[in-house]
């Protein structure tokens, strides 16, 4: 009659994803790919400085030394304001982002070898398809390679370890 009711069962914890080793060939993955993101940034930032040429025609229109011909007849001084500032700053704009995204990418490739920042490589690897069909590779293979549950896990015990 004292006797005391059973203890309920201590709860059982839920099962953990085994997740594979982290292998050499992963590591070499990463490392490939690294140097291929800083090719790519690379070109990415050089090309593009092609549209520099842009900036210099745009700048060259303000100034008034492009002559320029509108049906016939030369243009008034308004066209030839708006066409240098549409040209100066278009260019202005694709140069700056090129070398922007061309510097990210490099650095997404250094983050890659000392396997930190997990989700700008993430993002870099998706911005890096916008620059075809080199770009476009290196992104597939990048998110191909930083999906695997083992680069993931690679990548927060390096974060946690430092």
């Not at 099962?15 to 140097?35: C, W, Y």
């Not at 790519?40 to 011909?69: E, K, R, Y």
């Amino acid at each position: 009659m004292d006797a005391t009711p059973p203890l309920p069962p201590a709860p059982v914890p839920p099962p953990t994803a085994a997740v594979p080793a982290f292998s050499s060939q992963d590591a070499d993955h990463l490392r490939m790919l690294s140097i291929a993101h800083y090719v790519v940034g690379g070109l990415i930032a050089l090309f593009s400085l092609i549209f520099t040429v842009h900036i210099v025609l745009g700048i060259t229109a303000l100034t008034g030394n492009l002559p320029m011909n509108s049906g016939g007849q030369p243009s008034s001084p308004a066209e030839q304001r708006l066409f240098g500032w549409v040209f100066t700053l278009i260019g202005c704009v694709i140069v700056f982002g090129g070398v922007t995204l061309g510097a990210f990418v490099a650095y997404a490739g250094r983050c890659l070898a000392r396997r930190r920042r997990y989700l700008l490589c993430l993002i870099m690897a998706g911005l890096a398809c916008l620059f075809t069909p080199i770009g476009t590779v290196l992104g597939v293979f990048s998110l191909i390679t930083l999906l695997r549950p083992q680069v993931k896990a690679a990548f927060d015990t390096a974060g946690t370890g430092a």
